[in-house]
Every structure is written in C-alpha cells, then in structure tokens.
C-alpha cells in the first residue's frame, strides 16, 4: 500500500475529524508533483471523489462538502490531510486518498462514522 489513511472514527453529528494520508518511500519522488484527492464510499454507493489538491494547493470539493471539508497538503511531509467539520450521517462511509490520474493500488482506507 503506498498511501495510508488514517484518522477515521465515530463521531457525532456536528462534530469534525481530521484525517491523514501520508505516502509510502515508495512514492516520494511521485507525491508533490502529482493532484492528491480524498474519495469515500459511502454505504450502498461507489466510490466517490471528495476533495482535491493539485501540486500548487489549489483545492477543488464536491458541492455536498464544500464549505464543510478541508483538504491540505505537506509536500515535505509526504502528507495529505482533510479536515471534515459539521459531520452528518451522510458522511458515513470509508476515506481513501490516492493520486488523481493513475491511481495507486487503493489500499483500506478510514472508516468514518457519524451518528445522528
């Protein structure tokens, strides 16, 4: 797996969570120059793109969690965060992050549940 995400949890409606995809050493070379994106598959759903961050931080979000999410990159750190507030339950689902064109092989993602 060469990005892990992390940061998943339980958490009630209204309340935020912050997660964390760092890569692996494998992919150092390929992380800054390459957009970063958050997807979810939420229950019952396809995977679905959340957020995205090209190599000059310029974000791009669905309409359903713009002004909701935050998605942020450490180049240095090989790190791409998101940052979710005003959680609700349609929220719930499994967060990957991977590289827009060409993706990774997924790996498990981070669970995020929000209860109402």
């Known amino acids: 797996v060469q990005l892990q995400a992390s940061g998943g949890g339980s958490v009630q409606a209204g309340g935020y969570l912050r997660l964390r995809c760092v890569a692996t050493s494998a992919i150092f070379s390929t992380f800054a120059p390459n957009t970063m994106a958050w997807y979810r598959q939420t229950p019952g759903n396809q995977r679905e793109l959340v957020a995205m961050i090209d190599p000059d931080k310029r974000a791009t979000y669905v309409e359903s969690v713009r002004g909701r999410f935050t998605i942020s990159r450490d180049n240095s750190k090989k790190t791409v965060f998101l940052q979710m507030s005003s959680l609700t339950s349609a929220d719930t689902g499994v967060y990957y992050c991977?590289?827009?064109?060409?993706?990774?092989?997924w790996g498990p993602g981070t669970l995020v549940t929000v209860s109402s």
């Open positions: 991977n590289r827009l064109s060409t993706p990774y092989p």
